[in-house]
């Protein structure tokens, strides 16, 4: 008879300047998990961005984290020493999650595993990979290593030479169950759920050793190629879920777990999601679940027609999310085409009247990308401003793969493709003459007076309904 074989799943650490958790849990590796148990493997978990684990708090070197609301809230960090690269940043630099004691007390807790998996996020978080992996090592330092993730996608012979990994995994779900088959000597029970979105089973949320929210995904891919994303390498097939399926997830986390809080996840939630999301929240309605929804990837601003407002409001959107980008229709043009400002004007008329006040509305603008200007960030933060939206800036980072990407190699001074780390956004390696790493953080102060403007007018405003009110 076979042994069942054992699959540690590892959720790593970030190395920084700065993290938040903005309802980001490692969803694939979450749907990896399901399906391994699925098909009858142990699978274990650990979380390295835990935000409070009790051991991490006792050590007088790391800032505890913290909760804030709708389920977001500060990782646990400690300071380290900034990379080489970073010395002339006058930053500090982190090590964002758990304790390095407290997840080697958590790795030495559970069996050996027969194979380690780990994720991956940003491309220039990779120290944090390195690091987990170099204690995993000391603890097993026998059993296979595997990575996977965007920054083993995008830069895969990087994280091959780097990371410490015996393996890089890019590879689509069907072929790795054919892998995984050959790793362990096991065979999969359920390799046809392997093969589209929809027949995924819901991920093993209850996996995490913390659960204030639920992240959802009724879609894979876009249907857009904006040049500086990297959707469409990521993603290629656009796939979408049932409504009964969305449905169901939803219901389960609420009333089994006490979920209140879920964050959409898509890259394009509302487009084509007539016969999908529109279902799904309609029953939310006439069920009258008592739950909110975020969309912190930012939704198309052309779907967002009035019928479709009054459903979001009325179904709990709550974390509005919208993706602007810029105020210049050339500029408009050359991103993707997917976005003009009559929409976004339409769109936040049609939000306002649907109930949604100025404080739930966020717009993102891009800031930095080649060919934009200083003053085209300032007038697009001024345009949002005159809406009574919340402007959150996007400062460009440089993404391999990307059509943007080999126009930045051609003009970029560092070596984009063997370090990573200029990929950081806070570093801003396409700074120029014109758009200088100063103007960057002077448009950044805008925006947070624009917000705070709006903060205030709103408050304002409430207290002046509230004197109505008592009179």
């Known amino acids: 008879m076979t042994k069942t074989p054992s699959i540690l799943l590892i959720n790593p650490w970030i190395t920084d300047f700065a993290a938040f958790d903005l309802w980001a849990k490692p969803l694939g590796l979450l749907l990896l998990a399901a399906l391994l148990r699925e098909a009858g493997i142990q699978v274990d978990f650990v979380d390295c961005l835990q935000r409070n684990d009790p051991q991490t708090l006792q050590h007088k070197d790391t800032v505890g984290g913290c909760n804030r609301p709708y389920g977001t809230g500060k990782y646990p960090r400690t300071l380290i020493d900034k990379p080489q690269v970073y010395a002339d940043m006058p930053r500090n630099y982190y090590r964002y999650g758990i304790h390095p004691e407290s997840l080697a007390c958590k790795l030495e807790s559970l069996p050996k595993p027969d194979l380690i998996w780990l994720t991956s996020i940003m491309t220039y978080w990779y120290p944090g990979v390195q690091q987990t992996i170099a204690l995993i090592r000391k603890i097993f330092p026998h059993v296979p290593v595997w990575l996977g993730g965007i920054y083993a996608r995008l830069c895969r012979h990087h994280a091959f030479i780097t990371s410490g990994a015996d393996r890089v995994v890019v590879d689509p779900l069907p072929q790795l169950a054919e892998e995984i088959e050959a790793q362990t000597g096991f065979r999969l029970t359920n390799k046809p759920h392997w093969n589209a979105l929809q027949s995924l089973p819901i991920p093993a949320l209850d996996l995490l050793p913390e659960l204030a929210y639920a992240p959802l995904l009724t879609s894979w891919g876009c249907l857009y190629s904006c040049p500086y994303c990297a959707s469409r390498k990521l993603q290629p097939k656009w796939e979408r879920r049932s409504a009964d399926a969305v449905y169901r997830e939803i219901v389960q986390w609420h009333q089994d777990y006490g979920i209140k809080d879920f964050a959409f996840y898509d890259d394009a939630l509302l487009l084509d999601a007539e016969s999908t999301l529109r279902p799904a929240l309609e029953r939310v309605c006439r069920e009258d679940l008592e739950v909110r929804f975020h969309t912190p990837n930012a939704l198309h601003v052309r779907a967002l027609s009035r019928e479709w407002c009054h459903l979001l409001h009325a179904g709990g959107f709550t974390t509005m999310r919208l993706g602007l980008e810029t105020g210049r229709s050339d500029q408009q043009k050359e991103w993707g085409n997917k976005v003009d400002t009559t929409m976004f004007f339409a769109a ?124």
């Open 348 to 471: 936040m008329q049609n939000l306002t009247a649907a109930g949604f006040s100025p404080r739930q509305i966020g717009v993102y603008l891009l800031a930095g990308l080649p060919g934009q200007s200083p003053q085209d960030v300032e007038d697009a933060i001024t345009l949002v401003g005159s809406t009574g939206a919340l402007p959150y800036l996007s400062e460009y980072s440089p993404v391999p793969g990307t059509a943007m990407w080999r126009e930045v190699l051609a003009t970029c001074p560092y070596d984009l493709v063997r370090e990573p780390l200029y990929h950081n956004n806070s570093f801003f390696a396409c700074r120029r003459e014109d758009f200088t790493r100063e103007d960057l953080a002077q448009l950044k102060r805008l925006a947070r007076q624009a917000r705070q403007a709006v903060a205030n007018a709103s408050g304002a405003a409430s207290a002046c309904g509230a004197r109505v009110d008592r009179s």
